[in-house]
């Protein structure tokens, strides 16, 4: 099984700050990655796939990259609607989300 | 804008059968694999099963022998089945669409989501 591991498991901080959330593959997995985020109470929604890919509506402070083992999120300029849990998911073989990455006020 | 919603029992009894059902509306089925996925309390995100809209299926190999996905897509819906709960299988069960992984036959990322259903299982 490929595993998902993300860092950090929680992250704080304030509106207009730059976040970057990592993930890691036990394997390569190429650019099957998205990301995905969810807030208390509802479903995920999907922001980021193929690596960097950005999913339609979703605005353009979100970006990803990486490629192989390790990847990266990125929040440039944090708003008051980004607060919430990030996952990611390898989609190379089966498909595993990590952990999650809680992102709260600081 | 397609839309996805469960429905099917909040309480089953250790032992018996959890089933939902998801219905799929302002889009077809043509072309997309059909998720489930779940979601333990305060834990993360582990797919179920799906089935594709061809009606081929594949399941989590740690669920493999008790679980079933079907579908109606006259009806617009799929199903799950699983077979034999436990307290563990608690969890709040997402529907999702997978789109296909390029140059594969299998689901990739997952764009669209249901509410989710909150399922206990408890005597």
């Known amino acids: 099984d490929i595993q998902m591991t993300q860092s950090p498991s929680t992250l704080s901080a304030s509106v207009g700050d730059r976040v970057t959330i990592t993930c890691r593959a036990s394997q390569s997995i190429s650019r099957f990655l998205a990301w995905y985020q969810q807030k208390p109470g509802k479903a995920p929604k999907l922001l980021i796939y193929q690596a960097s890919s950005l999913q339609d509506g979703v605005p353009s402070r979100f970006s990803g990259s990486g490629s192989g083992t390790e990847f990266t999120l990125t929040i440039s300029g944090l708003q008051p609607d980004d607060f919430g849990t990030y996952y990611c998911q390898q989609y190379s073989t089966y498909r595993t989300f990590g952990q999650g990455t809680k992102v709260e006020s600081k | 804008q397609v839309q996805l919603q469960e429905s099917g029992p909040a309480l089953v009894k250790p032992a018996e059968t959890l089933s939902l059902t998801c219905t799929v509306s302002?889009?077809?089925?043509?072309?997309?694999?059909w998720m489930w996925i779940r979601q333990p309390p305060g834990k993360g995100l582990e797919w179920v099963g799906f089935i594709y809209y061809k009606g081929g299926t594949n399941y989590n190999p740690s669920l493999r022998n008790r679980v079933t996905v079907s579908a109606d897509t006259s009806k617009s819906q799929f199903s799950l089945n699983l077979y034999s709960v436990t307290a563990a299988d608690t969890a709040v069960y997402f529907c999702?669409?997978?789109?296909?992984?390029?140059?594969?036959?299998?689901?990739?990322?997952?764009?669209?989501w249901g509410q989710g259903a909150q399922v206990t299982v408890s005597s």
């Open positions: 999702a669409r997978g789109v296909p992984k390029e140059g594969s036959s299998s689901p990739g990322f997952f764009d669209y």
């Open positions: 302002g889009g077809s089925m043509n072309s997309y694999y």
